[in-house]
Every structure is written in structure tokens, then in C-alpha cells.
């Protein structure tokens, strides 16, 4: 067998099917020319996103433009910014995918606080401002692979949550971390009913161990292409853990708390014969009610077109991650 030369790591592999993400990379190429990215920072323009479904709902929750060192997308076959922002899970807005886009356009985030509290040495209040000047914002081009086996290829903004930690400084007595979303049924219906919102008890709540929290590819983010995160993909502060499940992923975050003992979280509490703690991407253990082997990846093609491709163990990042399983009966820890 043959390979090519300067084939990318098995995580950076272009996937076969053909989508063409020309805009944003007809626009780095544009903002290229006129000086705009140089010293490895990106400005971006604040596009409208377009409703994929119909063209019905334009999009009106401000986004601004980040300043961030760019990543390089050369390689990278991107899932089209208009379908990111608006084929969405986020329950507290409503349970169909285009719920969020329509009910989540006048969450108000600023102010926001983010306390990163429990057994850390030095506990942080984090304000709007400081969620994009605290730390040094990077774009990282990252998988999403929710378990309802649909998945994208998305250029997120934001730092690694290791930099977070740095600072809180976890005690040693410090085994997993914590994290919640907002609780605010006011501006969240679905807090308000649990037809709306699918019968969770919020706030969502989600975990990590402690070593999964400090992996360099954990990412807190703050923002995709190029702009502070819509509302409806988790603004102003979300986790992104590419080698997980989406539902990991936790949005709208105003809590992350240090602790000795696993946390509860949201879909192992409502199924937990479903929804394992660990939710590691992985082909060879179903969901009971469907198979976890291959998955329709979003691309330009609208969403009943035909990418399926077979998912990777790790969701592509195996080469990063697996080595934090070892020795786990990843049957059992699912
Ligand atoms: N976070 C909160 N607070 N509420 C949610 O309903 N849905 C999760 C995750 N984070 C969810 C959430 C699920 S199931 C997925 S697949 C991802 O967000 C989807 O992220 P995206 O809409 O940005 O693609």
C-alpha cells in the first residue's frame, strides 16, 4: 500500500466526501491580500448566517470579530458556517435542531460571570471581558461528533482549559471537574417547561476527570469562524472535548468546580444505561437503540445528502488520547 507524502496525522485527515467551505477560505485569501492576516492573527468580517433550513430566520445575535492566531486550514474540509450555526442541540432553547437559532437569539451574555471554584488554591471570577482577554485565543479546527451520529468539522476560537487550572492551581485532593450552564428560565424556555426543554433537570450539568480537563485538545471556547459564538452554539463560553460526544460539550457555562468524586451529569442522569460519564467517540460499542459505526458528516450537501463515513475510535484523535484509557474495559466505561 501506498502513501502519500505529507499525508496529515490520522486526526487532521480530510474526509473523502467533497464540501467546499469557499467562503471562509475565499475570505482569509482576500484578507490575506489586503495585510490583514500577518503574525499569525486573523480579523475576521461578521457575515450573517443564514438559516439552512429555508432562508426564513436571519440570524441577529451579535457576533463580533476575534483576534486570534489562526490555524491552518489548508488541509481541512469545513463543515459550511451557516449549517454550524444553525443545526444545533441545546435543550434549554427547545429540542429540534433548529430550535436554538430561532429561540436563542435575544440571550443576553454580557454581563456574564464564570467562577472557577471548589478544591483549587486560587479561586477565579471571570466577567465577559476576560472570557477574550484573559487568555490567548487560538483557532483549532475540531470534529464534533454528537451521538446521534451526524458530525461536523468546525474552526473553533478559544484556549485550552488547562490555562484555566494553571491558575485556579487544583489541589492535590482534586480528582474530576465539574461544569453547569446557566440557569435562567426567563431567558431559557426550556428551563421554564419540560416539553420544551425534553424532560432534563437543569441546569445541564456535565464532567471530566481531572487528567481529560488538563489535555491540551480540551478546549474552552469563545468562539467559530472568526466571531464570538452564536447563541445558540453556547455563547459566551463552551467546552469543546473533540474525542467525545458531543453532548460533553457543554454550553454556557457559568461554573466549573473542582472535586474528589465523579460529578453527575445531564444525560447519564436521564439514561444512564445510554450515557456513560466517559462518552468516548467509539464504533465498536452501539448506542442500544442504534449503531455507533459510521456517521453522516455535514457538509455543503444539506443534511439528507450522502456523506456517511465510518467513525474513528477517539473520533480521529486516538493518537492524542488513548493512552488516558488504558487498562479501562471501555465496554464497561462507555
Ligand atoms: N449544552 C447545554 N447546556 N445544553 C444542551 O442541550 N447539547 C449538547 C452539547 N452541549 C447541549 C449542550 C449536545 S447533545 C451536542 S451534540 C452539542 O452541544 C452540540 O453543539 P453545537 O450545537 O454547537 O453543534
Same mark, same amino acid.
Given at each position: 500500500?501506498?502513501?502519500?507524502?505529507?499525508?496529515?496525522?490520522?486526526?487532521?485527515?480530510?474526509?473523502?466526501?467533497?464540501?467546499?467551505?469557499?467562503?471562509?477560505?475565499?475570505?482569509?485569501?482576500?484578507?490575506?491580500?489586503?495585510?490583514?492576516?500577518? *503574525?499569525?492573527?486573523?480579523?475576521?468580517?461578521?457575515?450573517? *448566517? /443564514?438559516?439552512?433550513?429555508?432562508?426564513?430566520?436571519?440570524?441577529?445575535?451579535?457576533?463580533?470579530?476575534?483576534?486570534?492566531?489562526?490555524?491552518?486550514?489548508?488541509?481541512?474540509?469545513?463543515?459550511?458556517?451557516? !449549517?454550524?450555526?444553525?443545526?444545533?442541540?441545546? @435543550?434549554?432553547?427547545?429540542?429540534?435542531?433548529?430550535?436554538?437559532?430561532?429561540?436563542?437569539?435575544?440571550?443576553?451574555?454580557?454581563?456574564?460571570?464564570?467562577?472557577?471554584?471548589?478544591?483549587?488554591?486560587?479561586?477565579?471570577?471571570?466577567? @465577559?471581558?476576560?472570557?477574550?482577554?484573559?487568555?490567548?485565543?487560538?483557532?483549532?479546527?475540531?470534529?464534533?461528533?454528537?451521538?446521534?451520529?451526524?458530525?461536523?468539522?468546525?474552526?473553533?476560537?478559544?484556549?485550552?482549559?488547562?490555562?484555566? +487550572?494553571?491558575?485556579?492551581?487544583? +489541589?492535590?485532593?482534586?480528582?474530576?471537574?465539574?461544569?453547569?450552564? +446557566?440557569?435562567?428560565?426567563?431567558? &431559557?424556555?426550556?428551563?421554564?417547561? #419540560? %416539553?420544551?426543554?425534553?424532560?432534563?433537570?437543569?441546569?445541564?450539568?456535565?464532567?471530566? %476527570?481531572?487528567?481529560?480537563?488538563?489535555?491540551?485538545? =480540551? +478546549? &474552552?471556547?469563545?468562539?467559530?469562524?472568526?466571531? =464570538?459564538?452564536?447563541?445558540?452554539?453556547?455563547?459566551?463560553? #463552551?467546552?469543546?472535548?473533540?474525542?467525545?460526544?458531543?453532548?460533553?460539550?457543554?454550553?454556557?457555562?457559568?461554573?466549573?468546580?473542582?472535586?474528589? !468524586? &465523579?460529578?453527575?451529569?445531564?444525560?447519564? /442522569?436521564?439514561?444512564?444505561?445510554?450515557?456513560?460519564? @466517559?462518552?468516548?467517540?467509539?464504533?465498536?460499542?452501539?448506542?442500544?437503540?442504534?449503531?455507533? *459505526?459510521?456517521? %453522516? #458528516? /455535514?457538509?455543503?450537501?444539506?443534511?439528507? *445528502?450522502?456523506? #456517511? /463515513?465510518?467513525?474513528?475510535?477517539?473520533?480521529?484523535?486516538?493518537?492524542?488520547?488513548?493512552?488516558? @484509557?488504558?487498562?479501562?474495559?471501555?465496554?464497561?466505561?462507555?
Amino acid at each position: 500500500m501506498t502513501k502519500n507524502i505529507g499525508q496529515p496525522a490520522s486526526w487532521q485527515l480530510a474526509e473523502n466526501q467533497v464540501t467546499d467551505e469557499a467562503v471562509y477560505h475565499s475570505r482569509r485569501t482576500l484578507l490575506k491580500k489586503l495585510g490583514f492576516i500577518g *503574525a499569525g492573527t486573523l480579523l475576521s468580517t461578521n457575515t450573517q *448566517a /443564514i438559516d439552512w433550513f429555508s432562508s426564513k430566520k436571519p440570524q441577529v445575535f451579535n457576533t463580533s470579530p476575534l483576534t486570534f492566531k489562526a490555524a491552518d486550514t489548508s488541509k481541512q474540509t469545513l463543515t459550511p458556517e451557516s !449549517k454550524v450555526t444553525s443545526h444545533n442541540n441545546f @435543550y434549554e432553547f427547545g429540542t429540534g435542531k433548529s430550535d436554538p437559532v430561532k429561540n436563542a437569539q435575544s440571550f443576553n451574555v454580557d454581563p456574564w460571570k464564570l467562577s472557577i471554584t471548589g478544591l483549587v488554591e486560587q479561586p477565579i471570577t471571570l466577567d @465577559y471581558d476576560d472570557l477574550f482577554k484573559r487568555f490567548t485565543l487560538e483557532e483549532r479546527i475540531y470534529r464534533l461528533r454528537c451521538v446521534e451520529a451526524w458530525s461536523m468539522v468546525i474552526p473553533w476560537i478559544g484556549f485550552p482549559l488547562a490555562d484555566i +487550572l494553571k491558575q485556579a492551581k487544583p +489541589l492535590s485532593k482534586a480528582k474530576y471537574v465539574a461544569f453547569e450552564t +446557566l440557569y435562567d428560565p426567563k431567558q &431559557m424556555p426550556g428551563q421554564n417547561s #419540560r %416539553r420544551i426543554g425534553g424532560g432534563i433537570d437543569y441546569p445541564y450539568v456535565e464532567g471530566l %476527570r481531572l487528567d481529560e480537563a488538563t489535555h491540551p485538545l =480540551t +478546549l &474552552m471556547s469563545v468562539g467559530l469562524y472568526g466571531k =464570538t459564538l452564536p447563541a445558540q452554539n453556547g455563547a459566551p463560553i #463552551r467546552l469543546v472535548v473533540p474525542w467525545k460526544y458531543g453532548f460533553k460539550s457543554i454550553k454556557s457555562i457559568v461554573s466549573i468546580k473542582l472535586v474528589d !468524586k &465523579m460529578p453527575p451529569t445531564t444525560w447519564n /442522569i436521564l439514561a444512564p444505561h445510554e450515557y456513560g460519564f @466517559y462518552a468516548n467517540v467509539n464504533p465498536e460499542v452501539d448506542h442500544p437503540r442504534w449503531s455507533q *459505526a459510521s456517521e %453522516r #458528516r /455535514i457538509t455543503t450537501g444539506g443534511l439528507f *445528502a450522502r456523506n #456517511r /463515513i465510518d467513525t474513528l475510535p477517539f473520533n480521529g484523535y486516538a493518537e492524542q488520547v488513548a493512552h488516558l @484509557y488504558k487498562n479501562m474495559d471501555l465496554t464497561k466505561y462507555f
